[in-house]
């Protein structure tokens, strides 16, 4: 469920601005996403990202979208945060 591709079109300069309110407002979400990135476990760190926008729906289906297309962007935004 969590990889379900949407209807969203990969903006990655939209993503950003999730991530950073993301990390902002809900580091833990982050810091498992992180994790699990580090870990080699994709899926497992998508689902941390989609639960830390709670009930933005906008920005859960931004994130499938920059997942489905080019993940290794998403992924590299959640790095930059964690030098």
């Given at each position: 469920m969590a990889a379900t591709a949407s209807s969203?079109?990969?903006?990655?300069?939209d993503a950003s601005v999730h991530i950073n309110w993301q990390f902002d407002n809900d580091l833990s979400s982050m810091s498992s996403a992180y994790g699990a990135w580090k870990a080699g476990n994709?899926?497992?760190?998508?689902s941390s990202l989609l639960s830390g926008q709670g009930q933005n729906i906008n920005g859960m289906n931004l994130y499938?979208?920059?997942?489905?297309?080019?993940?290794?962007d998403l992924f590299d935004l959640l790095q930059g945060k964690f030098p």
């Amino acid at each position: 469920m969590a990889a379900t591709a949407s209807s969203s079109q990969y903006d990655i300069y939209d993503a950003s601005v999730h991530i950073n309110w993301q990390f902002d407002n809900d580091l833990s979400s982050m810091s498992s996403a992180y994790g699990a990135w580090k870990a080699g476990n994709e899926l497992k760190s998508l689902s941390s990202l989609l639960s830390g926008q709670g009930q933005n729906i906008n920005g859960m289906n931004l994130y499938r979208a920059c997942f489905r297309d080019k993940k290794k962007d998403l992924f590299d935004l959640l790095q930059g945060k964690f030098p």
